[in-house]
């Protein structure tokens, strides 16, 4: 396929293009993803994920220009949490990295999280594909960690930074709880901070008081305390990705990792595949909707209607 | 069916019970709630959303102490973005509500948002169910605003708040954006604090700019300062609840309304049932990854092969 052939020399326009059609979730999008996956397996994927305003879209900004220094190129995935309504990508945050966007070893792509028209996981994935067959040596996927999809996708990196921040309030805290488990690094942002040493101290207390490694586990989280305003610690961020990538290689954990993720990422494909045949019920949807009116179904098994004349028989459970 | 009947009458252990009974989502779950259903349709169901640190729990306690005073019941379902690792049911939020606990015509229930067996939006609304079968006047939903699923669940109630609170940052504003457009009535909260005057101008301003009313529509959501400190503003979010309730009713709305959430839910519970079918694909699954990673099969392509191992042929796109 001749444009899967451009994506693979790098061509920024090929890409670009490579990426809408994978979002229309098509025959043919499914055609051109098959033949992309083949050239992938190179890039180092690296989830960074933290609750609103942790500074990660700042410090992504940061870690690139230090992966940059190394002669490594990076591309970006940031998945924003907009409304396609209210004009899909962001905003300040994208522009805050706008330093680094006439660099040709730098590509950067923004993914609205609502709306999508297949699923969130699904698309960003193949995202991360065409990216890592472009040639592009290190893939920063960056969320918010708030939301089943949001974590899945990060879950999918070889290595999970969460950034915290410090002097959020309480309920932002409890967001973060959620996510502190998934990290394979804990980057504290904005160091420069008088009150920054405390969030890195309660952090360090957490995990000493946390569930055990898990069994055979010799990697233990590090707490690294950065600032992309001094730039103290964004090179000991970037030597631990790759400390960890070595670790992911050296013991085997990453076969282990890339089994659970392409588990994860067979299923979400099959789930897409079935919530955009769902979708097409139509006109008999119209009549389980006014059969549950009139409760003389529930919505439940109207689902189960629904599910016997789309597959011929529902599915057992 | 007796747990049913319990339910009804407001045994608040067999509320809890069919409530975690609803969760496992097994066949007798389905059973029980198609049941329930048919006793539904009564409650007013309101959601409130916001982002983290809009203090919108703080603000669910008030609003359910002003609804108890003018005598009616309160039902809350609290979707918690903690993880099922780090304790389940949060935390800080909820204990600010505690003064309401001892009070028989409250209930609150608190719901994880990740790891949830099946779908959250599904499991949510059959507790919305539950407590509507159960008799309580008013059922409050409160959701975090962001990610599809809570997106959806608040979209599912009948009159929908979004909580704003003065002095937020720069990437909690942007998903506020994300938001605001399915807001029936804006409450800003802490507006008690000096720069509150601006949030609630700013939002006046943004829904002035903002894309013109849908079509017939003749509800202008009002924006509403706020303060669960001081109690200002409680009383009036009610009362403006009250009267979009009304307005639903007369405006032939809540019939608009009723058959979009229908359709969702129909949907969402034959998404879960399919979604739990492929999970239990096991060996063969095993076997996919395996072609995966010899890139002799792409993600998609294997999602196709379970497909049709499954449904006996792939559905059509």
């Not at 969030?199 to 957490?206: D, W």
């Not at 659970?260 to 769902?278: F, N, P, W």
Request: proline share 3%.
């Amino acid at each position: 396929m001749e444009s899967v052939q451009r994506v693979r020399k790098g061509d920024v326009r090929a890409i670009a293009k490579m990426m809408s059609l994978a979002e229309t979730g098509t025959e043919r999008a499914r055609e051109a993803l098959g033949e992309i996956y083949r050239h992938t397996g190179r890039a180092h994927v690296v989830g960074l994920t933290g609750v609103p305003g942790s500074g990660k879209s700042t410090l992504v900004g940061a870690l690139t220009g230090a992966i940059r220094e190394t002669g490594r190129t990076v591309g970006i995935v940031a998945i924003d949490p907009s409304s396609p309504y209210s004009g899909g990508a962001i905003l300040g945050d994208r522009i805050r990295m706008a330093g680094l966007t006439g660099d040709d070893g730098v590509f950067i792509r923004s993914m609205a999280s609502r709306g999508a028209l297949g699923g969130l996981a699904g698309a960003s994935l193949d995202t991360v594909d065409i990216l890592d067959a472009a040639g592009f040596d290190m893939i920063l996927v960056e969320t918010v960690g708030v939301g089943q999809d949001e974590v899945d996708i990060v879950q999918a990196a070889h290595t999970v930074v969460v950034v915290s921040a410090p002097g959020l309030g309480d309920d932002i805290q409890a967001i973060k709880a959620g996510v502190l488990e998934i990290a394979d690094i804990h980057a504290v942002s904005k160091c420069d901070r008088a009150d920054a040493a405390q969030t890195v101290s309660e952090l360090n207390g957490m995990l000493t008081l946390g569930r055990p490694l898990k069994e055979g586990a010799r990697w233990k989280p590090p707490v690294l305390p950065t600032s992309a305003e001094t730039g103290e610690g964004i090179g000991d961020l970037l030597s631990c990705i790759d400390s960890h990538r070595r670790y992911l290689d050296e013991s085997g954990e990453l076969e282990t990792r890339k089994t659970a993720m392409l588990k994860m990422r067979i299923l979400k494909s099959a789930e897409d595949v079935l919530r955009r045949r769902l979708r097409r019920g139509g006109a008999e949807l119209e009549e389980l909707i006014g059969k549950i009116r009139t409760r003389a179904l529930s919505p439940h098994g109207a689902a189960r209607v629904l599910l016997a004349s789309v597959f011929g028989k529902s599915p057992p459970d």
